[in-house]
């Protein structure tokens, strides 16, 4: 008997090996170590075959080198889950399987549930501390409180003790770590009462406990507005799938979502709740990825490769802003997070519910087409009501001059109007929330004198202005280059250096000397800057988002990191600056993800009790589709992008693959785009678009070209590339560059 193991490689295809007569038969889904040419590769096994069967000559079998596993660490449900994945995004199934599972598993490393838990040593009192050391003394106090038995490190840690402190004091021969094998979670119970429900939210409620309680496939899409109460209805529908002994995934779009996630889920049940992304070790990954198999977690709250996660007894999908761009994936596997929990829902017969506020068409389409079931949540519970939007036209209204210490007066880039409105609701006692989607101090540094830019050397973009306390640099958002700001133009020589444009440390700068200076303003306020710079280091936004709690008048300035489900209470005046620039893009896509991001920012405002106003600064405010969105709310708009959608025959009306090609030279990359055309099968019924040049054609010093291929069957998109794409990965032209495809690509 030989096994066909699945290897880690870019091959479309499994490798037939032979099972030594002194080792053990490796069992399907088990990892296995083989030599693979000069390198030693773990693969999993995913079926037997016999030496007649195989198409390797017996003197060429080659033997496993050892079994690595005494059962299968992937169940049948998940290599079903890997085969569909391998034939959707056309992946070879072993990368397929190496981008399913955690770092340590794939690197061969034993699984196990031990756990380190840390105790006080029974000698040890509190005169063993010197006077001064008051956090360790503190960080002691909060394991003592545990007795003699002392406590897991996941528990202590979640409670607020810090890794380093617990090294120092077990140096100090104050502490022990002990290993203890993992329990199994007591039955989840109610830590705090459900709240009352509007008849909206019963409806949904009842709705996804039916479809539980059947046991079957259900599809739902939980539109409700900003505010509307999402989350308690995950929460009440939640309540029964865990009182049953099962599982939850809960779904979210980006990492800094997930501690605020788990506090809301954690004062409602007493459960073991795991979290799991990026940000997290390879050995808490590992750890998550084994009490998610093992039935150890009950509510696992990820992002999105948390849906590629093995369940022990999974009962409840839900997706949280499921319309987020940030669940497809951009790289290497090309999967969909939310088309993925829909098709794990089908797998083990179970609800999977996408929550928004702002659908996308895609799922609009699906609910017309009756693969996904609607439920409305119209209105905000409580006193709250939704914000009112109101558009400001930049163009009759001078924007703000603000004078600086010297006396010379510079542009603040907000209108007056909007600088009133600011200081009213700051006056009010309230916050105001200023988004805008551009980091860094300004996007281009600019030669007054004779027009030169300081551009990016590898790629085809501008330099980015960086101003801090500490240093002043010049840096590329698509490949990280960085350089220092030069004093004179490198071409002319000239001293007019000057930043063009605003990004939200500049605009912090400019609200800080009108809101928090004291030589202008009677009463300072502070400015809160919310973007990757800002919350780069560990636990950095965790402290932000608190600090916002406090409820204090604050003025926030954000990028897209605060239209995400945030819950800020206090926030009563949110302004959107220019926000609308993505109405004019050449991106079919764009309207719809600028309005999608719009409504979510403008949700920020008013959902305490307090009414909350949106301000949208434009220089376009007879622009139809905003008109159109202010007026008439995100779903008249969407239907409306829908019906034209529909009439130029675009996706969802149509079904996409976008090939990219990235070499040294443009040339190349064209050529080998036109090859491809040229091996597609005749007739293949699809509409192709290109090659052509990539958005940015030149990126990191390569360079970058795509081809577009619509389909109006998706079975036929399917067919076509089933044959034709290993075809184009095996071209002459194609040697030397990286080709890629992605399905159902969100942005082009």
């Not at 919350?535 to 990028?559: C, F, H, M």
């Given at each position: 008997m030989l096994v066909q193991v699945a290897l880690p490689v870019p091959l479309y295809r499994v490798f037939d090996y032979s099972v030594p007569s002194d080792t053990p038969q490796p069992l399907i889904g088990s990892r296995v170590e083989v030599s693979f040419g000069r390198q030693t590769l773990i693969g999993i096994v995913v079926a037997y075959t016999s030496q007649t069967a195989s198409d390797v000559p017996i003197s060429k079998l080659k033997p496993i080198n050892k079994c690595l596993d005494n059962a299968p660490i992937l169940g049948t449900t998940m290599l079903t889950l890997a085969q569909w994945l391998a034939r959707y995004y056309h992946y070879p199934l072993g990368d397929v399987l190496s981008v399913m599972l955690p770092t340590l598993v794939r690197q061969g490393k034993p699984l196990d549930l031990l756990i380190t838990h840390w105790r006080i040593l029974p000698h040890v009192t509190d005169d063993d501390f010197r006077a001064n050391a008051l956090k360790q003394k503190q960080?002691?106090?909060?394991?003592?409180?545990?007795?003699?038995?002392?406590?897991?490190?996941?528990?202590?840690?979640?409670?607020?003790?810090?890794?380093?402190?617990?090294?120092?004091?077990?140096?100090?021969?104050?502490?022990?770590?002990?290993?203890?094998?993992?329990?199994?979670?007591?039955?989840?119970?109610?830590?705090?009462?459900?709240?009352?429900?509007?008849?909206?939210?019963?409806?949904?409620?009842?709705?996804?406990?039916?479809?539980?309680?059947?046991?079957?496939?259900?599809?739902?899409?939980?539109?409700g507005i900003t505010g509307s109460g999402k989350t308690e209805v995950y929460l009440q529908a939640m309540q029964v799938v865990l009182e049953a002994g099962m599982q939850v995934l809960i779904l979210v779009p980006e990492i800094g979502l997930t501690p605020q996630t788990r506090a809301r889920f954690a004062s409602r049940f007493a459960a073991q709740i795991v979290l799991l992304h990026s940000g997290m070790t390879n050995t808490y990954r590992m750890q998550g990825w084994q009490d998610c198999r093992t039935g150890h977690a009950q509510i696992i709250i990820g992002t999105r490769s948390a849906v590629l996660y093995p369940f022990a007894n999974l009962g409840l999908i839900i997706v949280d802003e499921a319309h987020d761009n940030s669940y497809k994936q951009q790289d290497t596997l090309r999967y969909h997070a939310s088309d993925v929990a829909l098709y794990r829902g089908y797998q083990h017969k179970i609800p999977v519910v996408l929550g928004t506020a702002t659908p996308t068409l895609e799922h609009l389409k699906l609910v017309d087409d009756g693969k996904l079931i609607e439920y409305q949540l119209r209105t905000r519970p409580g006193l709250a009501k939704p914000a009112t939007m109101q558009l400001i036209d930049a163009r009759l209204q001078p924007t703000h001059q603000q004078a600086q210490d010297d006396g010379e007066r510079f542009d603040t880039g907000l209108t007056d109007a909007?600088?009133?409105?600011?200081?009213?609701?700051?006056?009010?006692?309230?916050?105001?929330?200023?988004?805008?989607?551009?980091?860094?101090?300004?996007?281009?540094?600019?030669?007054?004198?004779?027009?030169?830019?300081?551009?990016?050397?590898?790629?085809?973009?501008?330099?980015?202005?960086?101003?801090?306390?500490?240093?002043?640099?010049?840096?590329?958002?698509?490949?990280?280059?960085?350089?220092?700001?030069?004093?004179?133009?490198?071409?002319?020589?000239?001293?007019?250096?000057?930043?063009?444009?605003?990004?939200?440390?500049?605009?912090?700068?400019?609200?800080?000397?009108?809101?928090?200076?004291?030589?202008?303003?009677?009463?300072?306020?502070?400015?809160?800057?919310?973007?990757?710079?800002?919350?780069?280091?560990?636990?950095?936004?965790?402290?932000?988002?608190?600090?916002?709690?406090?409820?204090?008048?604050?003025?926030?300035?954000?990028?897209?990191?605060?239209?995400?489900?945030?819950?800020?209470?206090?926030v009563t005046l949110v302004c959107l600056p220019n926000a609308d620039r993505g109405f004019l893009s050449a991106d079919f896509r764009s309207p719809e993800h600028t309005a999608q991001l719009m409504i979510q920012v403008a949700?920020?405002?008013?959902?305490?009790?307090?009414?909350?106003?949106?301000?949208?600064?434009?220089?376009?405010?007879?622009?139809?589709?905003?008109?159109?969105?202010?007026?008439?709310?995100?779903?008249?708009?969407?239907?409306?992008?829908?019906?034209?959608?529909?009439?130029?025959?675009?996706?969802?009306?149509?079904?996409?693959?976008?090939?990219?090609?990235?070499?040294?030279?443009?040339?190349?990359?064209?050529?080998?785009?036109?090859?491809?055309?040229?091996?597609?099968?005749?007739?293949?019924?699809?509409?192709?678009?290109?090659?052509?040049?990539?958005?940015?054609?030149?990126?990191?010093?390569?360079?970058?070209?795509?081809?577009?291929?619509?389909?109006?069957?998706?079975?036929?998109?399917?067919?076509?590339?089933?044959?034709?794409?290993?075809?184009?990965?095996?071209?002459?032209?194609?040697?030397?560059?990286?080709?890629?495809?992605?399905?159902?690509?969100?942005?082009?």
């Open positions: 960080q002691f106090n909060m394991l003592k409180l545990h007795g003699s038995r002392g406590a897991s490190e996941d528990v202590l840690l979640l409670e607020g003790m810090q890794r380093p402190f617990l090294k120092t004091l077990e140096d100090k021969g104050l502490i022990e770590r002990y290993i203890e094998p993992k329990a199994l979670p007591k039955p989840v119970s109610l830590a705090k009462m459900p709240l009352d429900l509007n008849d909206e939210q019963k409806i949904a409620v009842e709705a996804i406990i039916s479809a539980y309680t059947a046991q079957e496939y259900t599809g739902f899409l939980l539109n909007l600088i009133s409105a600011i200081k009213q609701t700051l006056e009010a006692g309230d916050q105001v929330l200023i988004f805008l989607n551009r980091r860094g101090y300004a996007p281009v540094l600019l030669c007054e004198a004779c027009g030169w830019q300081a551009d990016c050397p590898r790629c085809d973009a501008h330099l980015t202005v960086h101003y801090n306390r500490h240093s002043s640099y010049l840096k590329c958002h698509h490949c990280d280059w960085q350089a220092y700001i030069p004093t004179t133009c490198p071409d002319c020589a000239s001293l007019n250096l000057d930043a063009k444009g605003m990004g939200t440390t500049r605009l912090s700068d400019n609200l800080h000397a009108i809101f928090a200076n004291p030589q202008t303003s009677k009463d300072i306020y502070p400015i809160i800057q919310i973007d990757r710079d800002t919350t780069r280091r560990k636990d950095s936004w965790e402290k932000i988002y608190q600090r916002i709690n406090e409820g204090k008048p604050a003025i926030l300035v954000g990028t897209q990191m605060v239209a995400k489900g945030h819950h800020f209470p206090n949700g920020r405002a008013g959902r305490g009790d307090k009414p909350g106003r949106v301000l949208i600064q434009t220089l376009q405010p007879d622009n139809a589709l905003l008109l159109k969105l202010v007026k008439d709310g995100y779903l008249s708009f969407a239907r409306t992008l829908l019906q034209e959608r529909k009439m130029m025959g675009l996706p969802p009306f149509s079904h996409a693959a976008l090939v990219r090609c990235e070499g040294k030279t443009l040339a190349a990359t064209t050529q080998a785009l036109n090859d491809a055309v040229a091996n597609l099968p005749k007739p293949h019924h699809l509409a192709v678009l290109g090659p052509i040049d990539a958005p940015m054609s030149k990126k990191n010093s390569r360079y970058h070209s795509q081809l577009l291929l619509l389909a109006k069957d998706r079975q036929q998109l399917h067919r076509v590339l089933q044959a034709w794409w290993q075809l184009v990965l095996a071209m002459p032209s194609a040697k030397y560059l990286k080709l890629t495809l992605d399905i159902d690509p969100v942005g082009w």
